[in-house]
C-alpha cells in the first residue's frame, strides 16, 4: 500500500510557516520589553537569543519550504545544490545561539558590576539630596554642639583652681588660664602672656630641659616638683603635669601643662616637721634646764655670800662679780629652755593687741638707738582684744622687733601691722623690714634652739626658739618669709575664739 505524502508536506509547511512566526512575535515582545527597560541586561539577552532563533528559524522554514516546492517541481538537481547552503545557514544560527548564551555569564558579572555602582550611586544621590535639603539644618546643629563643647572645656579651663598652661617646645606661651595669672602674680587685662617664655618664671635653669626630654621621650611629663618665679620676685613649689598634643601637619606641637600650687602644703608639712623637731628638742631642753637650774641657784647663792664680806675694791670682788654676771645669764638662758619646752606657768587675760604693741614701741624706743629707723604702725579696726598671756606676747613682739632692728643695721624701715575681720577666726600679727634678710638655706633652721645669723656674741639663738614656743602655746602659729637683700616678714598668727568666748 502507497501512503499519501500529502500530510507530511502540510505538516512541514504549516510548521514551517508557524515557526517563522512565533520566533517574529517572541522577537517583537521582547522588543518591546527591552524598550520598555533599555538598561536591563537581561532583556538585551532575550533580545539577542531571540534574533538568533528568528534568523533560525526563518532559514529552516525557508530551507524546508523551498525544498518541499522543488521537490514538487522536479527539481531534486537544485535542491541538492541549495541544500548545503541551508544547512550552514542553520549551523551558523545554532553557533551564533551558543556564543551569546556562553558570553552571557561575563556579562552578567559586569552587569552586578554595574548594578552595585548604580545602587551606590543612588545611595550617594539620596544622601546628596538629604544634605543639600537639611545642610542648613544640619549645620545649626553641629554648631550649636560645636558651640556646647567649647564652651564646656572653655568653663573648665577658666574656673579651674590649678593653672593650665599651653606653651610649644621652646617653651613660647600660647595660652594661660585665669588662675595660672593668679598664680604668677599678673593681670590678665594689663599683662600680656602671650609670646612670652616659660622658663623666665622657672627658678631652675635647667628644669626646662629636663622637661623637654621627658616629653620627648614618653610623649609627657608626669609630677615634678618645681620652684615658680612670681613677678613680684616670690618663689612658689609647684607640682607640674604635661603631654604632648598631636598636632596637624599645617600646625606647630604643643605641650599642655597642668600646675598644681603647692606651696601651703610644703609649708605645712615644715611646719608639722618642724613642731616635730621642736618638741623632741624642747622635751630634751626641759630635762637639761631643771638639771642645770639648781646647780646653778647653788653657785649664785655661794657667790653672793662670798660678795658680803669682800671690799669693793679687791681683785676678788670683781672675780666673783664676774661669776655672778655669767651665772645670771646662764639662769637667763635656762630660763628660755624652759619657757621653749612650754613648762613655764602663764596668765592669760582678755586684752587690747594694739595696746600691748604699742607699749612694745615705747620700750624699743626706748631702750634701742633706732632714731634712723622708721617705724610704721597699722592696725586694723576690726581687731578685738584676745585672751593672751601679755608678758609673753610682749618677749614675742620684742625679740621680733629686735630682730627686725638688727636686720636693718643704722637706717632703714620697719613696718608693724594687724589684720582681723568680725568673722574671721585668726588675728594676724606682721613684722616686716626691708634689712639684709636670710637665706633660704637658714629659713628652715630659724626656729631651731641655739641656731642664729647673727655674729659670734651678738645671740644665743633663742630668741625665736623661744618665741615659737609661745606662740604655739597660744594657739597658734608663727611663719616667716624672707629674701635676701629684700627683707624679712614675720607673721604671728594667734586664734580670736577663745577671747570672745571669754568675753
Not at 118 to 135: G, I, M, T
Not at 182 to 188: H, P, T
Not at 406 to 417: E, F, L, M, T, Y
Request: aromatic share 6%; charged share 25%.
Amino acid at each position: 500500500m502507497i501512503l499519501s505524502y500529502t500530510p507530511i508536506w502540510l505538516v512541514d509547511m504549516v510548521g514551517s510557516i508557524m515557526m517563522i512566526v512565533l520566533s517574529l512575535l517572541s522577537l517583537r515582545l521582547v522588543s518591546q520589553l527591552r524598550r520598555r527597560d533599555r538598561n536591563n541586561i537581561i532583556w538585551t539577552y532575550l533580545w539577542w537569543i531571540c534574533v538568533a532563533l528568528s534568523c533560525f528559524a526563518v532559514s529552516r522554514s525557508v530551507g524546508h519550504i523551498l525544498k518541499n516546492f522543488l521537490l514538487m517541481a522536479g527539481q531534486k538537481t537544485a535542491w541538492a545544490a541549495i541544500r548545503p547552503f541551508s544547512g550552514a545557514i542553520n549551523s551558523v544560527m545554532f553557533v551564533v545561539v551558543g556564543s551569546v548564551t556562553l558570553f552571557f555569564e561575563r556579562i552578567w558579572d559586569v552587569y552586578q558590576l554595574v548594578l552595585k555602582d548604580r545602587q551606590a550611586v543612588k545611595s550617594a544621590h539620596r544622601e546628596l539630596l538629604f544634605l543639600n535639603q537639611n545642610l542648613e539644618r544640619l549645620v545649626e546643629e553641629r554648631t550649636n554642639a560645636l558651640s556646647a563643647s567649647e564652651y564646656k572645656y572653655r568653663k573648665i579651663f577658666e574656673v579651674s583652681k590649678d593653672m593650665i598652661l599651653v606653651a610649644t617646645r621652646d617653651g613660647s606661651i600660647v595660652n594661660l588660664n585665669p588662675s595660672g595669672y593668679r598664680l604668677l602674680g599678673m593681670d590678665m587685662e594689663k599683662d600680656q602672656i602671650e609670646n612670652r617664655n616659660v622658663r623666665e618664671f622657672l627658678a631652675d635653669p635647667e628644669a626646662w630641659p629636663r622637661i623637654i626630654a621627658s616629653v620627648e621621650k614618653e610623649q609627657a611629663v608626669d609630677n615634678v616638683e618645681l620652684e615658680l618665679l612670681t613677678t613680684d620676685g616670690a618663689r612658689k613649689r609647684i607640682l607640674l603635669g604635661g603631654s604632648l598634643e598631636d598636632a596637624a601637619d599645617s600646625e606647630e606641637e604643643v605641650i599642655h601643662f597642668l600646675v598644681k600650687d603647692i606651696q601651703k602644703r610644703k609649708v605645712m608639712e615644715e611646719q608639722l616637721a618642724q613642731a616635730d623637731k621642736l618638741a623632741s628638742i624642747g622635751e630634751l631642753s626641759s630635762g637639761v634646764a631643771h638639771e642645770i637650774n639648781n646647780p646653778l641657784g647653788v653657785i649664785l647663792g655661794y657667790t653672793q655670800l662670798l660678795l658680803r664680806g669682800e671690799s669693793d675694791a679687791s681683785e676678788q670682788y670683781a672675780d666673783l662679780k664676774t661669776i655672778e654676771k655669767h651665772v645670771r645669764n646662764c639662769k637667763t638662758i635656762v630660763e628660755d629652755l624652759l619657757s621653749f619646752s612650754r613648762k613655764s606657768d602663764t596668765e592669760k587675760k582678755v586684752l587690747d593687741i594694739h595696746k600691748i604693741i604699742d607699749d612694745v614701741l615705747a620700750f624699743v624706743q626706748h631702750h634701742s638707738n633706732i632714731e634712723h629707723i622708721a617705724i610704721e604702725k597699722e592696725y586694723s579696726p576690726s581687731v578685738k582684744p584676745l585672751l593672751v598671756d601679755e608678758k609673753k606676747i610682749k618677749q614675742v613682739l620684742i625679740n621680733l622687733m629686735m630682730n627686725a632692728i638688727h636686720a636693718v643695721g643704722q637706717k632703714g624701715n620697719i613696718r608693724i601691722s594687724t589684720d582681723g575681720s568680725a568673722t574671721a577666726a585668726d588675728l594676724s600679727i606682721k613684722v616686716a623690714d626691708d634689712g639684709h634678710g636670710i637665706e633660704s638655706r637658714h629659713l628652715n633652721k630659724i626656729f631651731d634652739p641655739f641656731f642664729t645669723t647673727k655674729a659670734t656674741g651678738e645671740g644665743t639663738g633663742l630668741g625665736l626658739s623661744v618665741s615659737y614656743g609661745i606662740v604655739k602655746n597660744h594657739g597658734g602659729h608663727i611663719q616667716i618669709e624672707s629674701q635676701p637683700g629684700k627683707g624679712s616678714v614675720f607673721t604671728v598668727v594667734l586664734p580670736a575664739v577663745p577671747a570672745l568666748q571669754e568675753i
